[in-house]
């Protein structure tokens, strides 16, 4: 039944719609989703809450501009599939976004209902009419332009790729998708765990796209197997948009790295992730036994947090977080802060390791440890950590994971003459189009912004589609010919 909207007076009083999630005890030991999701009674009561601002924030709040008010008006009234294709028209990931948007700096961060209580819960219901709409089996696809016998290569299958993709089929072009590793969706497989993300959403979206037309080539690493150069001069490619990601992780470069049982946290969660260890103990994959050992993750990030997770559902005794700065500072989602802490994860904000300590077998033992405190703002507007003189203490562990970023991937930029780069190596793309200094080659998401997330992302892949589709056709508009 649909509720009646209550006076807007009323809606300030009205407690925001909490997301049911598996308990911590159980879910913190299985790889199976930790958040349930909404149902259409909760997804009502939530919807109604909206104070339907006449200058609604929320959708200057979205990176790609989602028109937060009309879908949530869709939701309110009921009309749960129209909700869904609102938010298509802006975004075509919305079950992902649903789960892994940073909203609290997004969409929901400037809801003025936040300022009196909780904000709307936007995240949650945008997740809730995706996902209905899978449900339902409603999931139509858009109709595709005319032919322009135009073909694109598309390098890289996380949400830039993928969304560019589906742009440009729309547009009538041909579009071939060629990805390094044998899964497409770039770090929605490989990086974000399945307890967070389930696969098979992923994949359900890669099979939309390949039904649009998209093609699909797993295992082709651009730059090794074949050159930029060579799609565009031998494979009559007429245009090739890269979308490589920054999956080069970095290390802290202390003493001790090298030891057996120091990770880099792109190594720990692509091994699990696409080694299906995550089904543990049916998949009888190689995985790194965490089993009753003292797991510490250094960073404070989404990706430390996914690996200590992992880590504490592989079997590990104790889940570190080493952060050197303190709780304030931590860029992960605040859903997932919360979630690992009523998992268990143990938290130690101001520490930074400066060297790994091993046995003579070469085995890490330990981590030497060093105390911080918080001095003026650094570039990244955060308080800069200090060290605390004579501070080292040693920490006994058995398995360290480094989650402090990731850099860009040289192998496309080192093998494609004429490709301009920054200093730090991420290629350099024009902010309108997203056309690099190549002729016909276009670039975006985190190889060209540094490591940012999936939405931005998934933005630069609809940017780059229309700067690749006025570069090979002008203004006109391949998906009014229909088709
Ligand atoms: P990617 O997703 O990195 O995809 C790039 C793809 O290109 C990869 O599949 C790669 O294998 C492929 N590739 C690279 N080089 C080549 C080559 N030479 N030839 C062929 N293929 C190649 N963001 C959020 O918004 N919310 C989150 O909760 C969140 N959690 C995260 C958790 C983890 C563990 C990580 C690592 C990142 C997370 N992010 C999150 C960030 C977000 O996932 C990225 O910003 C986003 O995926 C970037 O998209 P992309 O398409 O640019 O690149
Ligand atoms: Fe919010 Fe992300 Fe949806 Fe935009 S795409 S409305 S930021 S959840």
């Known amino acids: 039944m649909i509720p009646e909207r209550p006076p807007i007076k009323e809606r300030v009083k009205l407690p925001r719609q909490s997301m049911p999630e598996r308990a911590a005890g159980e879910r913190a030991r299985d790889f ?5 999701g909404y149902d259409p009674t909760r997804a009502l009561t939530e919807a109604v809450r909206c104070l339907e601002c006449a200058s609604p924030k929320c959708v200057g709040g979205c990176p790609v501009g989602v028109k937060v008010a009309e879908f949530v008006a869709l939701v309110a009234a009921g009309d749960f599939l129209a909700a869904a294709a609102k938010v ?53 696809l858009p109709p595709i332009g005319r032919p322009t016998g135009k073909k694109v290569a598309i390098v890289g299958s996380g949400p830039a790729g993928l969304s560019c993709a589906g742009d440009l089929v729309q547009r009538g072009h041909r579009v071939r998708v060629f990805e390094a590793l044998h899964e497409f969706g770039g770090v929605l497989v490989y990086g974000i765990p399945e307890f967070r993300l389930p696969k098979e959403i992923v994949r359900q979206d890669v099979e939309s796209l390949a039904a649009m037309g998209v093609e699909f080539e797993a295992n082709v690493v651009v730059g090794r197997t074949v050159t930029v150069d060579e799609l565009m001069q031998e494979e009559g490619y007429d245009a090739v948009f890269l979308a490589t ?28 992730n696409l080694m299906k260890a995550y089904r543990f103990p049916e998949a009888d994959e190689p995985l790194y036994d965490c089993r009753g050992r003292d797991v510490a993750v250094i960073g404070g990030g989404n990706t430390a947090l996914d690996s200590v997770r992992t880590a504490l559902r592989l079997g590990a005794r104790r889940g570190l977080i080493l952060y050197r700065r303190s709780r304030e500072e931590m ?5 997932e802060i919360h979630h690992a802490e009523q998992e268990g994860v143990e938290f130690q904000f101001l520490v930074n390791p400066v060297e790994f300590l091993g046995d003579d077998t070469g085995a890490l033992v330990g981590a030497r440890c060093q105390r911080m405190e918080l001095g003026e703002p650094d570039d990244s507007g955060r308080r800069r950590p200090v060290a605390i003189p004579d501070s080292d203490f040693d920490l006994p562990l058995s398995l360290a994971i480094v989650a402090v970023g990731t850099t860009a991937n040289p192998i496309v930029q080192s093998t494609t003459p004429d490709l301009a780069t920054n200093r730090w190596g991420y290629i350099e ?44 056709c002008g203004n006109e508009d391949g998906r009014e010919a229909g088709g």
């Open 245 to 272: 990601g920054a999956g080069l992780p970095r290390f802290l470069g202390v003493p001790g790295e090298h030891l057996n049982g120091v990770y880099s946290a792109n190594e720990f969660l692509t091994r699990v």
């Open 32 to 36: 199976a989703e930790v958040n349930l």
């Open 88 to 140: 298509r028209e802006d975004n075509a990931l919305p079950a992902i976004t649903g789960r892994v948007c940073p909203q609290e700096d997004q969409c929901e961060g400037v809801c003025p209902l936040g300022k009196r209580g909780s904000p709307l819960a936007v995240g949650h219901l945008e997740r809730f009419v995706a996902d209905y709409e899978r449900q339902v089996g409603e999931l139509g």
């Open 429 to 472: 793309a024009d902010a309108e189009s997203l056309a690099t200094s190549k002729p016909g080659v276009f670039a975006g998401g985190d190889i060209v912004t540094g490591a940012a997330t999936v939405i931005l992302a998934m933005g630069a892949g609809r940017t780059a589609a229309a700067g690749v589709h006025e570069y090979l």
């Open 331 to 335: 860029p992960g989602r605040a859903e």
